[in-house]
């Protein structure tokens, strides 16, 4: 009991404490924060659908059909046409032969890797692959190697120093702290000459890159070489889910041994109805997509010239380093005074040393919002010395 508490006060000094800051509105671009209007950034929500009004119908029409809970486990009495359908979807969408639907995508990274490997294993894992990644390794029991960040130099090294008889290359497609996009091409380069396993997280790709926003591995044209495309439906799809796609015989191993698929209930069909009904918008709306990159691309150049240093993405998490953790959290607060949102991420999700502000833009905003956000950050990402004037 000692040893928590002296662990908790010792976050508390180094500006690593984390809270909640409580929403009582929508999803969307101006939300309402403990009584205030506030400009949103850093919501995974990046097309805007949380609050699109064909999915709440969506959701509505669901319940009034099947009710709210689902009452059990996929395997048991949980599984609804509803989950069918989604996964028939889910397959086509990202030209895999089947999917299966899990209640999260951190479940499904879990349940996923624990039930493909064991001890015999070695993992080949990027440094800044996502936490719930590390603990489906670590829970596997797996040889876990992690290598330096999309450095493919370093991951052949270390897959000619490491290979043992299974292994697996695993990474984010999309990396959620920092917005840059894994060298697929090059990743199953290695994996075909080695004869590895790959499997890719696409939370953050999907909706956001490729054709029909499909993730990823459309945007790389790789679907057919990636054996495990793994991902969320709670982020640009705007539900809450997660998913793994792929051969059959993989996707009916899956089915029966991954735990955290097998010994939890399934999700409502109201958010299945959800899911369901947000890809086939996603699918055709490139609008959408188009818009939120050209805004991405716009509102990062303008970070750039007024100093602040931003890392150059193709995607619209644009991450502001800051370096020092209290710094971070200074800048995140004077933000929110003016009325303006945006998480301060510090370690442990991210090295130490490399705090930011993760800005995330969503397909809702408009340049008069960011305009705003512009000019209050430069004002105090002066006066805090994170940039010149
Ligand atoms: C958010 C996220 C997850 C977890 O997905 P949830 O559906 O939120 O549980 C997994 N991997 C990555 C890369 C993520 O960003």
């Known amino acids: 009991m000692k040893n928590i508490l002296k662990k908790l006060s010792l976050i508390k000094e180094n500006g690593l404490y984390r809270d909640f800051k409580y929403l009582s509105s929508e999803q969307s671009p101006k939300v309402e924060i403990e009584g205030r209007e506030t400009i949103l950034l850093g919501s995974n929500n ?3 659908l ?9 959701a509505i029409n669901a319940v009034k059909k099947y009710g709210v809970g689902s009452g059990g486990s996929r395997l048991t009495t949980g599984s609804y046409d509803l989950h069918k359908k989604l996964e028939e979807k889910i397959a086509d969408f ?29 993992i080949f ?3 800044y692959n996502h936490a719930s990644i590390i603990d489906g390794c670590l829970l596997s029991g797996a040889r876990l190697v992690r290598y330096k960040h999309c450095d493919m130099d370093d991951l052949e090294r270390k897959i000619h120093k490491y290979k043992g008889s299974n292994n697996l290359i695993v990474t984010d497609g999309v990396f959620s702290m920092d917005g ?3 060298p697929l091409p090059d990743i199953v380069k290695l994996a075909k000459e080695h004869g590895i396993i790959t499997m890719v997280d ?15 591995m459309s945007y790389f044209k790789v679907n057919g070489d990636i054996d495990i495309q793994m991902g969320t439906l709670s982020k640009a799809i705007a539900s809450v889910g997660g998913y793994v796609a792929g051969r059959k015989d993989i996707i009916d191993y899956f089915k029966n041994f991954s735990r955290s698929f097998i010994f939890s209930t399934a999700l409502p069909p109201s958010s299945i109805a959800v899911s369901l009904k947000s890809i086939e918008i996603i699918e055709n709306d490139k609008d959408r997509r188009k818009y939120l990159i050209e805004l991405s691309n716009w509102f990062k150049k303008e970070l750039q010239k007024a100093g602040f240093n931003i890392t150059n993405t193709i995607t619209p998490i644009i991450p502001i380093i800051i370096g020092n953790a209290k710094k971070t959290v200074e800048l995140s607060e004077s933000l929110l005074e003016e009325g303006i949102y945006v998480p301060a991420i510090r370690p442990p999700t991210v090295p130490k040393g490399t705090s930011r502000l993760r800005i995330s833009l969503m397909a809702t905003h408009t340049y008069d919002d960011l305009e705003y956000v512009l000019k209050i950050l430069t004002f105090h990402g002066k006066r805090l010395r994170i940039i010149e004037g």
């Open 125 to 127: 894992c990027d440094k």
């Open 180 to 182: 840059d996009v894994a």
């Open 46 to 48: 990046y097309l805007g």
């Open 50 to 58: 949380c609050s699109d009004v064909r999915l709440k119908e969506a």
């Open 94 to 122: 990202k030209g895999t032969e089947t999917c299966l639907v899990f209640n999260t995508g951190y479940m499904a990274n879990v349940g996923i890797i624990s039930a493909l490997c064991d001890r015999k294993w070695v």
């Open 202 to 216: 696409d939370a953050h790709g999907v909706g956001v890159l490729g054709e029909n926003g499909s993730g990823t």
